[in-house]
């Protein structure tokens, strides 16, 4: 998969995807991600990409043109599965995107700075807009990081089978159960018996009541579904 992404602050694109997950998915040829600056395309002297909004009001806007101009050369070059605005106002993102998402050989992402982007780049270019969340960000360059990381996990061979996503929470619909590792015993705080048990279908047994306990819990809303 290639995912390409539009932003006027690239350098916060850098380090991201430069360890651990990320990194082995690139170097194994799995993901390709490539950052393009917007300000090569800004306009005049200063290479303008932000101005004034119409109306009146505080805050700048994103320009139709420079981001015009960046889309359609990147275009020329291949096709887009989807061009994805990181914005508050999108849809909120949850796994099922990520799962889908994941199925793309080409995806565009445009991080958003300032008051937003010229209603009309939304309009023309874009087909899918998407928040990380009811909270909003400076811009959406953190926003299209968690978005890359969510999707390059799952493509396939990205992950081995100790870090396999199946097991991820909310990949069958619950949250994970607790883990442990060495010691056994730390302070006097003990690791559940059954872990140490070696019957792996009293340990399977457990986790899914870990699972759905917890699910309970933290977030009742996904057994509703
Ligand atoms: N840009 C600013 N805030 C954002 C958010 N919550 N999600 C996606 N993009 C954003």
Not at 59 to 70: H, K, R, T, Y
Not at 71 to 86: N, T
Request: hydrophobic share 40%; with cysteine.
């Amino acid at each position: 998969m290639r995912i390409d992404i539009i932003s006027v602050l690239p350098e916060l694109l850098v380090s991201p995807f430069e360890h651990s997950i990320m990194k082995r998915a690139q170097q194994k040829g799995l993901l390709e991600v490539v950052v393009h600056n917007l300000r090569d395309y800004g306009l005049g002297k200063h290479r303008q990409v932000d101005d004034y909004q119409y109306g009146g009001g505080a805050g700048m806007v994103m320009m139709v043109e420079p981001l015009s101009n960046c889309i359609e050369q990147l275009q020329v070059q291949r096709s887009y599965d989807e061009i994805i605005f990181l914005t508050p106002d999108g849809k909120t993102l949850h796994q099922g995107i990520a799962n889908q998402l994941s199925l793309s050989k080409n995806l565009l992402f445009i991080c958003g700075h300032y008051k937003g982007i010229d209603e009309r780049i939304r309009e023309q270019y874009v087909t899918m807009e998407i928040s990380i969340g009811d909270f909003v960000l400076s811009g959406g360059e953190l926003a299209a990081a968690v978005l890359v990381d969510s999707i390059g996990r799952l493509l396939p061979g990205v992950l081995n089978d100790e870090t396999s996503a199946l097991f991820d929470s909310f990949q069958d619909g619950l949250l994970a159960p607790p883990v442990y590792t060495r010691p056994s015993e730390f302070k006097g705080w003990k690791v559940p018996d059954v872990l140490l048990s070696g019957h792996d279908k009293a340990i399977e047994d457990w986790r899914y009541e870990q699972s759905l306990n917890r699910t309970k819990e933290r977030r009742p809303d996904l057994l509703q579904k």
